[in-house]
């Protein structure tokens, strides 16, 4: 998270804590930090910190992801190597939308998804196509590996289903937009995908592109670690 997304998080904090102790109105629910997470409301500062949280009470996460059109299989905890496995994950066979093949992710991940095609794939789609996307292509979301696929150093947060890699979209007419194709391109197709990736960033903690490096040309990798970085 940047350090200027800190400070206003820190000052929404405090203000809501104020309001809390001298009994000035309830604030609405997507702005208080003690109300659950609803897969309505936009994203704003709050929204990392309830994903996060969410991490920690898998009761609650399902709960959430139950507002979604979401079908899933809750999967057991399990270690699949040194520093690598998945706890509160859940198969996701498909979204509100399909995906190209199911695969195993964080509860807060899906979550995350999920506000992020409500609020960010569907929004940009009709902006730019004057109709919805259908079907996400992806390139998986767990594997047990480190950043980069290195041979040594920090495991990727792959290594513990919270991370995906989005490699393109059908729109509902058939149409695909792919990065690996269309990101350079230009045009209504290169368009879309920039919206999207920037909305992306206003849920996930990370979102890495083409603009990245040439590891990610092909896709679009989004994650829910504390870290902040929108390439």
């Not at 704003?44 to 299989?73: E, H, I, S, W």
């Not at 695909?176 to 999207?196: C, E, I, M, N, Y």
Request: hydrophobic share 45%.
């Amino acid at each position: 998270m940047t350090l200027r997304r800190i400070l206003r998080l820190v000052v929404l904090l405090a203000t809501a804590a104020a309001a809390f102790w001298v009994g000035l109105p309830q604030l609405p629910d997507r702005w208080s930090p003690w109300a659950p997470l609803r897969l309505s409301d936009p994203p704003n500062l709050l929204t990392g910190f309830k994903l996060r949280r969410l991490g920690g009470d898998p009761a609650a996460c399902r709960a959430v992801l139950d507002q979604a059109d979401f079908t899933y299989t809750p999967v057991a905890d399990r270690k699949t190597g040194s520093g690598c496995g998945f706890r509160n994950a859940v198969r996701i066979e498909r979204g509100d939308i399909a995906y190209g093949g199911g695969f195993v992710a964080t509860c807060p991940l899906a979550v995350a998804l999920e506000l992020f095609e409500r609020h960010a794939l569907q929004p940009a789609a009709e902006a730019v196509f004057g109709q919805p996307v259908v079907a996400i292509e992806h390139l998986g979301s767990y594997a047990c590996r480190n950043v980069g696929n290195r041979p040594a150093g920090r495991r990727s947060q792959h290594a513990s289903a919270n991370a995906l890699d989005i490699a393109g979209v059908v729109l509902r007419d058939g149409t695909r937009v792919t990065l690996a194709s269309d990101w350079d391109g230009g045009g209504a197709k290169a368009g879309f995908l920039r919206r999207a990736r920037d909305g992306a960033c206003e849920i996930f903690g990370v979102v890495l592109g083409p603009d990245y490096d040439a590891a990610h040309r092909t896709h679009l990798h989004v994650d829910l670690s504390r870290a902040s970085l929108c390439r």
